[in-house]
């Protein structure tokens, strides 16, 4: 069964501080991946995906994701954290042979930045 | 170019009542995906509609339904509303059913059941 997992409700960085939130996935042929964010009563944005070829992935406003298939993660990461990143992230994948092209959501992970 | 569009933004109901969300997908785009996302919790699929047809649904009551328009525009109904069903209702559309595809979204309908 396919499945994506977000191991962390929420993460705390400081401003100018790296950041990381995590992402693992389950399917049973090869994934496609993606990252939206969601800001307080909006609707999700995309954020970056990956299909194939390089593993890392660089998308908006600075957010980048490598893609690592051994470990079956897709981890985004940001060099420098800015207090307007603050909000909900969710992984999201994808099996490339399912014909229902049914996308599988994590959770989400809550990112607070802190000035 | 537009983004999707839901109206109406807000949707008060009483229990027991029908609701009637409603989807402008982008431009160009022929799939459109209906999500529940309840309060601070994750995205639940509801619905996709593909070139006007119902091609896969979640794990939902068959009181949750909807259709798509030759104009690609969907509507989702709820019938016989419950107060669990309170959450607000995103759409997506993405260009083609292509699995490599992006979801764009909506800004969302926050339905209140009371």
């Known amino acids: 069964a396919q499945s994506v997992a977000q191991p962390e409700d929420q993460v705390n960085v400081a401003e100018g501080n790296p950041l990381t939130v995590k992402c693992t996935y389950s399917?049973?042929?090869?994934?496609?991946l993606f990252w939206y964010v969601q800001y307080p009563n909006r609707g999700l944005q995309f954020l970056l995906k990956y299909i194939t070829g390089d593993n890392l992935v660089k998308g908006s406003y600075g957010f980048e994701a490598e893609f690592n298939k051994s470990q079956t993660s897709f981890h985004l990461k940001k060099p420098s954290a800015l207090v307007s990143d603050s909000a909900l992230y969710f992984c999201a994948v994808r099996d490339m042979w399912d014909s229902n092209y049914q996308l599988i959501w994590g959770a989400g992970t809550k990112l607070i930045i802190k000035p | 170019e537009a983004g999707v569009t839901q109206s109406p933004t807000h949707l008060i109901k009483t229990r027991g009542q029908q609701a009637t969300l409603r989807c402008s997908p982008i431009s160009g785009h022929t799939s459109v995906y209906w999500y529940q996302q309840a309060l601070g919790l994750g995205l639940q699929f509801l619905l996709w509609y593909d070139e006007g047809e119902e091609r896969n649904r979640g794990n939902f009551p068959p009181r949750f339904s909807g259709r798509q328009f030759p104009n690609y525009s969907s509507e989702l109904n709820v019938n016989a509303l419950e107060l669990e069903d309170s959450a607000l209702y995103l759409c997506?559309?993405?260009?083609?059913?292509?699995?490599?595809?992006?979801?764009?979204f909506g800004p969302g309908t926050r339905l209140t059941v009371t």
């Open positions: 997506a559309s993405s260009p083609t059913s292509g699995g490599s595809y992006e979801q764009y």
């Open positions: 399917v049973s042929g090869n994934p496609y």
